[in-house]
């Protein structure tokens, strides 16, 4: 037997590993009972790729590693350990070599399938991080199956800003509260009576206690509430408004002298400063009193009808860190959703998409073996007052990918997901990126919403895709989060949709739009525990996703499309196709690919919103029916387009966009189908259609852009 103590050398170059040839066969052959016959043609294409990783002491061979696989996911082939070494840590050294090496490549997943006969090899590869996804048939010829194994990477690649934000031991924050935990609202006396008396308001009053009595919400008073009802009382013993109102849960109580001070803090900032006639009145020093009791005991809101304290909403959020919200603006955050209807059967090319039935949940909880935990919250009917939603990606023989959704009613619920993809399928990546993108924009709905996506080791597909989708892992590891916003954001609505991402997940936005230069700029996101994470102004659109961010200064493009493609591409068609109809995987995809002549690529903004612009010429609406965000763009030769571009597309010629040998791919994400289509006209009236009718791609700069998602965009920015 060798010494363990001899040195070891990694063996990586072409050469010296073709002078190893003779004994990496050998070695193979001997193990090819284990590891399947390997002919030397194959070993030597392997070291001509640089698929091969061999050790060796004093020139003769330990062992080698023989992997393979398509980026970012590799494959290990063989892994063997010369005799004399055996027992002393090569297989494990060869398998630590191989992933450092993909790791530094950006790597993010490392797979081995095992023969259930081989007990050894089983242990091995668990004790070396691997965890078993899958279990499959073998050869006819052995009829022995296999257990497909899968290492997750630790990557720094191209999608790897969540992956910085965790290395410096940041997260979102997300996480479920108990219900002493929930955000607590206090309310005026204006509030109050709008519900014991018949007022104007007292609808929306109605509607606020209704959610309260269904614990979707936690309201309080102040002490300042009860002492100024009795100052309003003429018989405090006997008056039925005055004894409900003692009632009511009260906010915690604080230290007296610290409330006076902060209530004269607030009476100096709401009225005095303004001028207001109002300044030093009983009413206002009772606001300012309010107010401070409600700050102080960390409220997350203050719940009243007067225009004065709504007006200074901002300061007060700004200095004394309270948010003062309108009695309609609180409903209307609360207002029961309808669940999502059930989404029309889409197919693909060999599957098909649409709701998922009991029978499919429980026969691919099964199929996979999901944990019981994870089944016993996902794959069981919701507890009262949770929303699930279902969607399964599915042949004729089953089930392939399973997507569920479970949304619990509140003021700032959390989206809790699980998209479950079948590892040993070719087509894992795809079905998972659909997935999470379909229940990321379920999740956002009508409004803002905090989402987790579980985290399970081996579904390497899903947690790619979460990464690449701007989520961020958590401190406990058990899931990925983000928040999802499912709407453009400009210089108009950014205000608007702060407020609204601060009142239903407890992330807070700067109260401005940054206007510094995009590639400068830096964004600070408080999260609900208080962490401040700085976010580079050209990845927010990521943590926000769905989303586009419409930066100040910056430019988009408009490009012409055709009624066919635009139907396909961007989904944008008046009415759904035939769940017959096979779609390409474009269709599936989050980020999708338009091609176009190779001079357009100067106006493709990289980070920056491109608009589609459905020709009326092709049958089209002649009107923009659709915006995303550009990705990337590369031009490529017609006879040459890369697999993963065409897989992006719905045309199967390119010839016939442009006149020369080359096309421009532009790949964009972050789709949005306006609701309301934006006519020529419209875009001739507001100097966007350039010089020919929008026969070919226009740049624009953001004010314009802003213009037409306004007009397109109604529901959020009318």
């Not at 490392?110 to 006969?117: D, G, H, N, S, V």
């Not at 803090?265 to 005095?272: L, S």
């Not at 998409?353 to 949940?361: M, Q």
């Amino acid at each position: 037997m060798a010494s363990r103590r001899t040195a070891l050398s990694t063996i990586v170059e072409r050469d010296h590993l073709v002078q190893l040839l003779p004994a990496i066969v050998a070695l193979a052959d001997s193990e090819k009972e284990a590891l399947g016959f390997w002919p030397e043609n194959s070993l030597r294409e392997a070291i001509d790729r640089g698929r091969l990783i061999a050790l060796a002491a004093d020139g003769e061979l330990s062992g080698y590693i023989h992997y393979s696989g398509v980026f970012p996911h590799a494959k290990i082939q063989q892994v063997a350990t010369s005799p004399a070494w055996r027992r002393q840590g090569i297989a494990s050294t060869l398998i630590r070599t191989l992933v450092a090496k993909l790791e530094s490549r950006g790597f993010l997943s490392l797979k081995a399938e095992i023969a259930e006969t081989l007990a050894g090899s089983l242990a091995f590869y668990r004790r070396s991080g691997f965890v078993e996804v899958m279990k499959r048939k073998g050869g006819s010829a052995r009829n022995r199956a296999i257990l497909v194994h899968v290492r997750e990477l630790e990557s720094d690649n191209l999608f790897a800003f969540a992956d910085r934000q965790q290395a410096a031991n940041l997260d979102l924050g997300i996480r479920r509260r108990s219900a002493s935990e929930d955000p607590l609202y206090a309310f005026d006396l204006n509030v109050y009576f709008d519900l014991v008396r018949d007022r104007r308001q007292s609808d929306n009053a109605r509607a606020l206690f209704g959610a309260a009595l269904a614990h979707r919400i936690r309201l309080t008073v102040s002490d300042e509430f009860a002492r100024e009802l009795k100052r309003t009382s003429s018989d405090q013993a006997n008056d039925p408004v005055l004894q409900m109102a003692l009632r009511l849960p009260r906010l915690p109580s604080v230290d007296r002298a610290r409330c006076e001070e902060l209530a004269a803090q607030i009476h100096q900032m709401v009225f005095v400063g303004p001028g207001l006639p109002s300044a030093g009145s009983t009413q206002s020093l009772s606001d300012a009193a309010h107010i401070a009791h409600a700050a102080l005991s960390r409220a997350s809101a203050f719940i009243t009808r007067d225009g004065t304290l709504l007006s200074a909403s901002g300061v007060l959020l700004e200095q004394i860190g309270i948010d003062v919200i309108s009695v309609d603006e609180i409903t209307s955050l609360l207002l029961d959703e309808a669940p999502a209807a059930a989404p029309p059967e889409k197919s693909g090319t060999g599957f098909s998409f649409g709701e998922a039935n009991e029978a499919e949940i429980e026969d691919y909880r099964t199929l996979v073996s999901l944990p019981a935990g994870i089944a016993s919250e996902f794959c069981v009917s919701p507890v009262p007052g949770t929303t699930r939603l279902a969607r399964a990606i599915r042949t004729e023989d089953g089930p392939l990918a399973i997507g569920i959704l479970l949304v619990s009613q509140g003021m700032q619920p959390i989206a809790r997901m699980l998209v479950h993809a079948r590892e040993d399928q070719p087509d894992a990546g795809l079905f998972a990126d659909f997935l999470i993108d379909r229940l990321t924009r379920d999740a956002a709905g009508v409004h803002p919403t905090a989402v987790e996506l579980l985290h399970i080791a081996g579904q390497s597909s899903v947690n790619r895709i979460a990464q690449s989708r701007g989520f961020v892992r958590s401190r406990s590891g058990s899931a990925y989060q983000k928040i999802a916003l499912g709407r453009p954001l400009t210089e108009a609505n950014w205000a608007e949709c702060a407020a609204e991402t601060r009142r239903r997940t407890g992330f807070t936005l700067p109260v401005a739009m940054p206007t510094t230069a995009l590639e400068e700029a830096e964004v600070p996101v408080t999260s609900p525990g208080g962490e401040v994470l700085t976010y580079p102004a050209s990845q927010l659109g990521d943590l926000l996703s769905p989303a586009i961010v419409i930066w100040p200064g910056g430019n988009g493009v408009i490009v012409p499309i055709a009624k066919a493609y635009a139907d396909e591409l961007l989904g944008t068609a008046p009415q759904h196709a035939f769940a017959f109809m096979e779609a390409k995987d474009a269709a599936f995809l989050a980020r999708r690919a338009y091609v176009s002549a190779p001079r357009n690529a100067p106006l493709m903004p990289m980070d920056g919103p491109i608009l589609f612009y459905e020709s009326s010429r092709t049958g089209g609406r002649g009107a923009v029916v659709a915006v995303g965000r550009v990705v990337d763009r590369t031009l490529q030769p017609k006879a040459e387009l890369s697999a993963d571009s065409q897989r992006r597309l719905v045309v199967d010629d390119v010839d016939a966009f442009s006149a020369t040998d080359d096309i421009l791919i532009t790949s964009f994400d972050n789709l949005f189908a306006l609701p309301v289509p934006v006519p020529l006209g419209y875009l001739k009236a507001i100097g966007a259609a350039g010089n020919a009718n929008l026969i070919s791609a226009v740049s624009l700069p953001s004010e314009k852009i802003t213009q037409i998602l306004t007009q397109g965009w109604l529901r959020d920015l009318g």
